[in-house]
Structure formats: structure tokens, C-alpha cells
């Protein structure tokens, strides 16, 4: 196809109509196609044309082209508009991607914190039973010091683990 036509805004003819070559059918915006968009695109252009000096920024999905759009449109006068497209379907896969990560991160942060929790509550039992540990301890050493028999304890292969004062004086 050839280019498509242009022309600078100073070459154009106030109130001129823009007529395109029969070749650029494949636009679906030429052939009709946006009539079987959910958007009503003619009632949205034909509704800024009513209105002179009106202006418009909008976000919308065209079905026909499976494609996001953020349009500016103006009416400088009444019967006329003139519009901006710019093609922001991938800014909006990117937003849809974006929020598909922050809902999964969101997930993990969830369970995270509720791993970290269980630790911590499993840490603070494990402190309590040391220390009621640590009292035993300290009570069996007081009883074993404190009899008057002399107390060895040896490991299967016969190391000393233990004696108290009593039996080394023996």
C-alpha cells in the first residue's frame, strides 16, 4: 500500500473533507466496523461535534480492532471535530499484568506473615520449655550436690558424663 495521505494543517482548506483511496479499506474504522463495537463511536463523535469548543480525554477498547485507545477530541466549532488517538494497549497489558503481580505478591506477602507468626509463636514455646528446662536442671544439680552419696554417670562406652563432689572424695 502506499503511504497514507498527509498533509500539514497550514496546506489544509478550513471545512475541507479528507477523501481517502478505495485501498485503504482495511481499516476497519473506514469499512463500517466500529458500528459493531460495544462503544458507540459515531453517537461519542457526534455528541462533541453538537457542542463548538467542547473537549474530551477518554480511555476506550475498540472491539473491531482489539485495541486501547486514549483519545482527545475537540469541536472548534459546531459540526466539526478533531481527534487524537494514541494505541495504549500495551500500557494496558502491562496494568493488567502489574495487578496480576501485586495480587500474587499480596498472596505471598499473606502467607509470609502468617509463617512468620507461627514461627514466632513456636520460638516463644521453645523459650518457655528452655527455661522451665533450665529450672530442672538447676534443681536436679542442687539434689544430686546436696546428697551424701557419691554419684557417677557414665555413657554406654564407659566416659564420665557426670560426678558430683561426693564421689570425688571417695
Not at 458507540?40 to 480511555?59: C, H, P, Q, T, V
Not at 466549532?77 to 497489558?93: A, G, N, P, R, S
Request: net charge negative.
Amino acid at each position: 500500500l502506499p503511504p497514507f495521505p498527509t498533509r500539514r494543517s497550514s496546506d489544509l482548506t478550513y471545512g475541507e473533507k479528507i477523501l481517502l483511496p478505495s485501498h485503504y479499506n482495511w481499516n476497519p474504522f473506514l469499512r463500517g466496523e466500529i458500528t459493531k463495537d460495544k462503544f458507540d463511536w459515531i453517537g461519542f463523535y457526534g455528541e462533541i461535534a453538537n457542542e463548538a469548543k467542547r473537549s474530551e480525554k477518554i480511555e476506550q477498547y475498540s472491539d473491531s480492532l482489539n485495541t486501547w485507545y486514549h483519545i482527545k477530541v475537540y469541536s472548534p466549532q459546531k459540526d466539526y471535530f478533531v481527534t487524537y488517538f494514541e494505541d495504549i494497549t500495551h500500557l494496558k497489558k502491562q496494568t493488567v499484568e502489574l495487578k496480576k503481580n501485586n495480587e500474587e505478591y499480596a498472596a505471598l506477602n499473606e502467607e509470609y506473615i502468617a509463617q512468620n507468626e507461627e514461627l514466632q509463636s513456636i520460638l516463644e514455646e521453645l523459650e518457655e520449655k528452655q527455661e522451665i528446662l533450665k529450672e530442672k536442671e538447676t534443681l536436679l544439680d542442687s539434689v544430686i550436690e546436696s546428697t551424701n552419696n557419691g554419684i557417677l554417670v557414665l555413657d554406654c562406652k564407659g566416659k564420665i558424663l557426670y560426678k558430683n563432689e561426693k564421689f570425688k572424695e571417695l
